[in-house]
Structure formats: structure tokens, C-alpha cells
């Protein structure tokens, strides 16, 4: 099964690790960027979740474009796109139901 993983916090990098273990195939890991840190800012600290990723020399990124080859352009895709293949999600209302 093909996996995107979506977190940054410490308490995420066991449920990464855990995938990651028992074989299924993470495509890519999403999560914040770098925080600066440091009197003036200058340095930049990454997430424990983006360590782990490093570590296990998966696909990372804080956009979902960079991590996406049906993404156009130099825009990055939504979650809802990634999910759902769509280009841009339409219409005013928050949830679609499909029954009847």
C-alpha cells in the first residue's frame, strides 16, 4: 500500500517508523518547514518527523508539489487535491455527500 505521511511533531516519528517497518511503500512525507532559531534567527531548526525521514532516506518536503508529479506549474497542491487527484476543489459547500 502507498502511504503520504503527513506530520511534524515528535510523537508522530514512531507512526512513521512503524510504516516504515512493517514494509508499506511511503511515497513521500509531508511537514513543516524548517523554524528558525537563534538570537537573530540565522539558523534553522527541522522537525523530528523530517530526522526521521532523512534517517530513512524518504521523499520529503513542505509542499505537496514537490512530492507530487501530477502537479502544473510552480503552485503547490492542496491536501484535498492530493487526495483527490483534482486540480482545485469547486463549489461552496464544505462536504459533497455521494448517496442519494
Partial sequence: MRVLFFGTPEFAVPSLMALV?????????ATR???????????????AVKLAALAEDLPRSHRLASLSSRSSGSRPMSAWSWLTGTSSRSGSSRCQSTAP
Fill in 21 to 29: 517497518g512493517e514494509g508499506f511503500d511511503v511515497v513521500g512525507v
Fill in 33 to 47: 518547514p524548517d523554524r528558525p532559531t537563534g538570537r537573530h534567527r540565522s539558523s534553522a531548526t527541522p522537525s
